[in-house]
């Protein structure tokens, strides 16, 4: 398995964390608690590489060049999951996690760009139709008819945009990983508060 095909199947195997309330084995709050933990992992294992120094092959191999002084993608990416999964329904949170767990690493397989580079028009319609997809599994049946169809549109189209546009702040590039699930799940809750079905569903602690 080439470098970067392992990282993509790492990156997919993020999805196990929502599939663990779509296949009915944990409840949602399970889930908040799940992420939570997992993000707290990453965080830790982050400040022992940047700031303590300590590094190992897995690092060498799943982090790339300008990832070497700033967070890694895997700690943006579960910060991102976490984020959304801490705050939305999962109706609403599924969606752009599993967006981001499946899509993303679909379109880079087609095509990488650069911090600074669009990618194609090809990489945009895949990760738009994967998205779509993936959001329709499990808005509509939760919603159902034209609403649910058109949340699911505008979520795949804010990841989409968000997979193929680093939007730039200071000059620095904005990786996907922190990207997708926000731009995928807002367009969504948008639709869903503005046909009166509940979005927020934030973690409670007991």
Known sequence: MSLEIGRRVVHASGAGIPLVYLLGLGTWQQVQYLLVLATTIALTLEFLRIVVGLN????????????????????????????????????????????????DPISGLLGSNGPYEHKSPRVWITMFSVSFALAAIVVIPAVGGLPAVIAAVLGALGAAVADGIKPIIGGVPIDDNLTIPPAATLPIAAVLWAIGIPIFEPLTIV
């Open 56 to 103: 190992h092959a897995i690092y060498d191999r799943l982090t790339r060049e300008y990832e070497r002084e700033a967070l890694a993608g895997y700690a943006l990416y579960m910060l991102s999951m976490t984020a959304v999964g801490l705050v939305f329904a999962p109706t609403v949170a599924v969606p752009g996690m599993l967006m981001l767990a499946i899509g």
